[in-house]
C-alpha cells in the first residue's frame, strides 16, 4: 500500500483543498444553490478552531437549555456543514426555523444567497499556534486526510496553506474579518471561551436575541464543559468507525486547551510562525487575544 497523497485524497475547489471523501462536486454545488432564511445561523470556523464546541453551545442556547437538543443527533447531523455530502439527505428545507449550520469556508466562496439574505454568523477563530498543534494530531488520526509527515512538514504545509485542507488559516481569517459589514457576524475565540465560558455563552444568546435566565446561562455553559462534552456520545466522534478516525491515537477532544502549542514547537518553530504571523496579518487591525 502506498502513502495516499493530497492528489488521491483532495480536490481544489475555488482554490482551496477539500477532502474528496466528503466533498464530491454534486455536494459541493448543492451548497452553491443553497438558499439561506434569515433566521438561520451559521458557525464558520477554519479547522480546529472550536467548531464542535460551538456546534454544542448553539444549540443548547436555542432550545432554552434543553439536553435533548445535543444529545439524540450527532454534531454533524445537528448542525451539519453545508459542504458536505451529508447536508442534501438532511432535508434541510423542511427544517423549522432557526436552522443552525456549520462551514469551513472561507468567506469569497460562500454562496450567492449567503451574500443577499446575510444569516447571522458565528465566526469563531483560535491562535494558529493552537490550531496547528490540534490539527497535527488530528491529521494523523483520519484516514481522509493526508499524513502530516515530520512536524517540520506539516508546519510547512500550514504556514503556506497550500497542502492542508480549507487553504491558508491566514487567509481565512482575514478573509471573514474583512467581510462586509451589513453582514451580522459575531466573532470570537477559542481562548475567550475557554478564559470565560459562562460569559461567552450569554453574549452569545444575546447576539441570537434569545433571552435566558442566568441559571439555564450557567446550565448551558456547564454542559459545555470539555470534560463534559468528551463525555456525550453525540459530541465526541466516538461513532465514527476507527478506519476513519483512529481516536486508540489521539482523541477528537483532544486537550480542550490554550497554549498547547508550548508543549510541541521548538523556540526557533514558534518564532517563524511569529514571524509569518506578523507578515501574512500586518494589515488587519482585530485585536487578536491570545499569545
Ligand atoms: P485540541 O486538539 O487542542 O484539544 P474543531 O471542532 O474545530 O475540529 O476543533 C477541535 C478542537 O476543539 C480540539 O482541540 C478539541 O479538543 C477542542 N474542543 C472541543 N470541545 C471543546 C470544549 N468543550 N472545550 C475546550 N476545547 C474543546
Redesign the pocket.
Known amino acids: 500500500l502506498g502513502t495516499m497523497t493530497e492528489a488521491d485524497l483532495y480536490t481544489l475547489y475555488k482554490g482551496v483543498y477539500v477532502p474528496n471523501g466528503v466533498h464530491t462536486p454534486e455536494s459541493l454545488k448543492y451548497y452553491e444553490e443553497f438558499t439561506f432564511r434569515p433566521d438561520d445561523v451559521v458557525i464558520v470556523?477554519y479547522?480546529?478552531?472550536?467548531?464542535?464546541?460551538m456546534q454544542?453551545i448553539l444549540p443548547l442556547i436555542l432550545s432554552g437549555g434543553d439536553p435533548a437538543s445535543v444529545e439524540t443527533l450527532p454534531n454533524w447531523d445537528r448542525v451539519p456543514w453545508l459542504e458536505e455530502t451529508r447536508a442534501s439527505s438532511l432535508k434541510l428545507e423542511e427544517r423549522p426555523s432557526p436552522r443552525l449550520f456549520t462551514t469551513h469556508f472561507h468567506y469569497n466562496m460562500m454562496p450567492p444567497s449567503f451574500f443577499q439574505v446575510k444569516p447571522k454568523v458565528v465566526y469563531v477563530m483560535r491562535n494558529p499556534k493552537?490550531v496547528f498543534?490540534?490539527a497535527f494530531?488530528?491529521y494523523n488520526i483520519s484516514s481522509f486526510l493526508v499524513k502530516p509527515g515530520s512536524q517540520s512538514e506539516f508546519l510547512q504545509k500550514f504556514l503556506t496553506g497550500k497542502a492542508v485542507i480549507f487553504g491558508s488559516w491566514f487567509d481565512h481569517v482575514k478573509g471573514w474579518l474583512n467581510a462586509k459589514e451589513e453582514l451580522q457576524i459575531m466573532y470570537i475565540s477559542?481562548e475567550e471561551?475557554?478564559k470565560d465560558l459562562n460569559d461567552s455563552v450569554s453574549r452569545i444568546a444575546q447576539f441570537l436575541g434569545k433571552s435566558l435566565e442566568p441559571d439555564v446561562l450557567k446550565k448551558i455553559a456547564d454542559k459545555?464543559?470539555?470534560k463534559n462534552?468528551k463525555n456525550n456520545p453525540m459530541s465526541n466522534y466516538s461513532v465514527v468507525p476507527q478506519e476513519f478516525m483512529d481516536q486508540t491515537k489521539t482523541q477528537?477532544?483532544?486537550?480542550?486547551?490554550a497554549g498547547?502549542w508550548r508543549n510541541l514547537l521548538t523556540p526557533e518553530e514558534a518564532q517563524h510562525f511569529d514571524a509569518v504571523f506578523k507578515e501574512k496579518m500586518k494589515d488587519v487591525n482585530y485585536k487578536f487575544n491570545w499569545d
Not at 479547522?47 to 464546541?53: A, D, I
Not at 477528537?252 to 486547551?257: A, E, M, N, S
Open positions: 470556523t479547522p480546529k478552531s472550536g467548531t464542535t464546541w454544542e493552537d498543534t490540534s494530531h488530528y477559542y471561551m475557554i459545555c464543559l470539555f462534552m477528537f477532544l483532544r486537550k480542550g486547551v498547547d
